[in-house]
């Protein structure tokens, strides 16, 4: 079982750009796929970014797609997301979540076991 740490959470003007990190513990990384979820106040959990654990598959959602970018670095056990052009509708608690396996990427948090404690994006207008 691995465990993950967020960090790079913070305030942003709209327009701006910020980087969330997910360490990840353990040696398996490479087995594990990843996403990346947020949660507003009073909404859902939904998946805003995930990844493959090693064919290569990315999901996206449409309201960040060419804004958002999920990446992975096998060598540091960390996985990223790049978040460009942020909007005030970006504002959420941000998770990264983990799961062994799999052909494509996950896109529901039921098919993850392992969750970060999250971390807060602000998005000023």
């Known amino acids: 079982q691995v465990q993950l740490v967020e960090s790079g959470g913070g305030l942003v003007q709209a327009g701006g750009s910020l980087r969330l990190s997910c360490a990840v513990s353990?040696?398996?990384?490479?087995?594990?796929?990843m996403g990346w979820f947020r949660q507003a106040p009073e909404k859902e959990r939904e998946c805003v970014a995930a990844?493959?654990?090693?064919?290569?598959?990315?999901y996206y959602q449409d309201s960040v797609k060419g804004r958002f970018t999920i990446s992975r670095d096998g060598a540091g056990n960390t996985a990223y997301l790049q978040m460009n052009s942020v909007k005030p509708e970006d504002t959420a608690v941000y998770y990264c979540?983990?799961?062994?396996?799999?052909?494509?990427?996950?896109?529901?948090?039921?098919?993850?076991?392992?969750w970060g404690q999250g971390t807060q994006v602000t998005v000023s207008s």
């Open positions: 353990g040696r398996t990384f490479s087995r594990y796929a």
């Open positions: 979540a983990a799961a062994i396996g799999g052909y494509f990427a996950k896109v529901s948090p039921s098919d993850y076991t392992t």
């Open positions: 990844m493959s654990a090693s064919t290569g598959f990315t």
